[in-house]
């Protein structure tokens, strides 16, 4: 595929500014409220909030927090934490938790609430990455193509601030995919897919039902101010993302 189709995920890229991200081609599904059926409140209940341990001396230096601090009911499901990734190597390790910037605590919580009410919980993949894990990536996979060959600073992933992302719905159903007992929504292709139909606004390949899934998400992450990298309908950067700083020495825990 060509250099422009290349994961962010995997990446360092500049964000996609707010306005690129809501200027969908005509053939695109525009976001939809179109939801379960369901009076799912803006907030989770006291009872479905974590009780999430306090976070390494070095990760609160580094104004880091657990994204279930932020969202209580997010699903997590960090796939480089297992070997079900690109890579097909573990990069992070055991006990490894989605740690996100305190700049996106706004954006998460508006962003997820509007899900909430949809009926939609927030599923993530991938949070705050290591520079070290990006080098390891590099390493292995030595294609700029794919992954971008490490960089001088942090930035997406390496700083904190952007996340990929998924939706499921809040209430048990039957569905083909489950993580954690909860029914993912069909995005049209599954995690770091390389192919054209990754794109966010992409319709080749990529049916109905999933171009407006895809709407959907966008729709709620814009809302908080995070931006879909148009390559990926799974990556959003939040504010600054694109902002080289320097690298963070903060464990995945």
Do not use: K
């Amino acid at each position: 595929m060509s250099s422009s189709s290349a994961s962010a995920s995997t990446t360092s890229r500049p964000s996609t500014t707010a306005a690129s991200a809501t200027a969908s081609p005509p053939s695109a599904v525009r976001p939809s409220t179109a939801g379960p059926a369901t009076t799912a409140a803006t907030t989770p209940p006291a009872s479905s909030a974590p009780a999430v341990a306090p976070l390494s001396a070095a990760a609160r230096r580094a104004g880091l927090v657990d994204v279930r601090t932020v969202v209580p009911d997010a699903v997590v499901d960090l796939r480089y934490a297992t070997s079900a990734n690109f890579t097909h190597v573990r990069l992070y390790p055991a006990g490894a938790r989605c740690l996100v910037h305190t700049s996106m605590r706004s954006g998460l919580r508006t962003a997820a609430a509007r899900l909430r009410q949809q009926g939609y919980r927030l599923v993530f993949w991938d949070c705050y990455r290591p520079h070290p894990v990006q080098v390891q990536m590099f390493r292995i996979v030595p294609d700029p193509e794919y992954v971008a060959r490490p960089g001088p600073y942090a930035r997406s992933h390496e700083s904190g601030r952007s996340i990929d992302v998924t939706l499921a719905h809040a209430r048990p159903g039957t569905c083909t995919t489950r993580v954690q007992g909860h029914c993912l929504l069909g995005m049209g292709t599954g995690f770091d897919d390389f192919s054209d139909r990754a794109h966010a606004y992409a319709t080749d390949g990529v049916g109905a039902g999933a171009r407006a899934h895809r709407a959907i998400l966008r729709a709620a992450m814009l809302d908080g101010g995070l931006a879909v990298y148009v390559g990926e309908w799974w990556h959003f950067d939040g504010p600054g993302a694109d902002v080289g700083r320097p690298f963070l020495d903060a464990p995945l825990h």
